[in-house]
């Protein structure tokens, strides 16, 4: 369950460092992260399994439900609430050497790998999104709040310091308001592109 709605094509992972993430394979969206615990699936097995919801056991960050990848006219055209169910084509997912999973799915005209790796520390959350074979330049939107300020070094308090996002040196971001706060996203080059920012909390 997120923002009162029912997700049925979500996975959560858990980590040894016990951070841990639940992601919509049908949004390609992050949409909650949370250290503690994995989850109570208890409604999932008792009587007879319903209403098949599994409950993070820990103090959840809620982020978004939206896609994090999507095709504007221009840099200032409202970021789509949803990708249609069969615009999204789930390729599945890889595992690298410590288990840090990456996401693959085609949509908005590109092939899209998104991978999640813990640091070590168990501070902050690295996500990288790669696009190719893009017909056309994409955006990125990175985080999403009542408020964005930019501080130094490429790093953006979001919601009042509720958490931190560090972009990558290269990253030329952009904060943009809306008619509910404002948006961080970040312009992705046709054809082949990536970038990297870290979820601090």
């Known amino acids: 369950m997120f923002e009162g709605k029912k997700r049925t094509h979500v996975i959560s992972v858990g980590t040894p460092e ?3 993430y639940s992601y919509d394979l049908k949004q390609g969206a992050l949409l909650q992260i949370w250290r503690g615990e994995f989850l109570d699936v208890t409604e999932m097995w008792k009587d007879r399994g319903e209403p098949q919801l599994a409950k993070p056991l820990g103090s959840v960050l ?3 439900a939206t896609p994090a990848i999507a095709a504007l006219a221009d840099k200032n055209t409202e970021w789509p609430d949803s990708i249609a169910f069969d615009d999204l084509q789930n390729k599945g997912y890889v ?8 996401f693959s799915y085609s949509s908005n ?3 899209v790998n998104d991978k999640i790796v813990m640091q070590s520390d168990g501070v902050a959350i690295d996500r990288t999104i790669s696009v190719s074979n893009s017909k056309g330049p994409l955006y990125c939107r990175i985080a999403v709040g009542p408020s964005i300020e930019a501080l130094k070094n490429n790093t953006y308090s979001i919601g009042n310091k509720v958490y931190t996002v560090k972009l990558a040196a290269e990253i030329k971001a952009f904060i943009r308001k809306t008619k509910n706060g404002e948006e961080l996203l ?6 082949a592109d ?6 601090i909390w």
């Open 18 to 20: 016990k951070v841990n």
């Open 62 to 64: 809620p982020l978004t």
């Open 95 to 102: 595992l690298d050497k410590n288990k840090m999973l990456t």
């Open 109 to 111: 005209g590109a092939d």
């Open 186 to 191: 970040a312009p992705l080059a046709t054809g």
């Open 194 to 199: 990536s970038l990297t920012y870290s979820l």
